[in-house]
């Protein structure tokens, strides 16, 4: 979606009237003010269970034009009913329909679309046996067992449901284990093709990251066996870039180079910055790639 799109938001509910979201780019419309809601290119849809028959005809024709991005239901009925209120409205249930009972999850997902950030944010998430499944706010489905991930793994089986989704969409938080999974977590254990970017992403990251570490080493004049803690071999696989590094492994290379743990890895970063044209930087002197640390 370009930035420079309208999306509109249909408003039929009562209890979402006041919704309000800081983007210029969102429009409101409220069910008695439908007039050229036919050019709505991104339409997301507020309506209660009881009230889908009122923009039935509008929900119906967005959804056959593709402009209809979301629908969202307040439950104002117990959830057995919806399969008769949708019936009652004359309208099969979509993929880009979601249920909710507060508006916690419409300011989620339409503030995602705003930002144009619809496909890395989390929309819904839910336990279902041995498996999570997690829509992102373009509605796109991930579902992965509880062995399929090393940090899901640690979840103890009584707390795999007591997860929190950030505010914006930005993580799930299991606070039990503090594991913290993003979209890409979940995709690099469902999408083979973004896995192999993944990995080799990382083994560059890795690589690079190893030589500045070798380069900081051989400036302050020590050898390789001077990294007390480490062997050699330790050492020198890190500056290769075989694997990825750990805090209390950086911890023993401060302590090396005499020097505190937060200006070691400054001085790594620094060292980072020479080396000439085999990675890519963030502003902040970081590499650009996916965090690793979800994976582990």
Known sequence: MSSKQTMTVLVQDQENEHLTLPSKSVQFLHSSDVKGLDAALNLFVLTSATGLPEIADIVRNANQKHHLKALFIREDIDSKWLPQMFDRANLRVMRNTLVHATSELPKRVINAWAMEAQEQLIAEATVIGDRLLVFSCSMEKFEVSFSSLPALKRIPINERSNFVIAGDGSYLYWES????????????????????????????????????????????????????????????????????????????????????????????????????????????????????????
């Open 177 to 296: 284990a503090d594991i913290h999974l993003d979209l890409d977590a979940f995709r690099y254990v469902t999408d083979p093709k973004w896995k192999q970017k993944f990995d080799a992403l990382k083994s560059t990251h890795n690589q690079v990251f190893g030589k500045a570490i070798a380069t900081l080493r051989k400036k302050y004049k020590l050898r390789q066996s001077d990294i007390i803690g480490l062997s050699e071999r330790q050492v020198s696989r890190i500056e290769k870039g075989e694997g990825s590094t750990k805090v209390d492994t950086l911890r023993l290379f401060a302590k090396a180079h005499g020097m505190e743990f937060d200006a070691y890895l400054d001085a790594v970063a620094n060292a980072i910055v020479h080396i000439p044209e085999e990675f890519t930087l963030t502003s902040n002197n970081e590499l650009s790639v996916p965090n690793p640390s979800c994976y582990l």
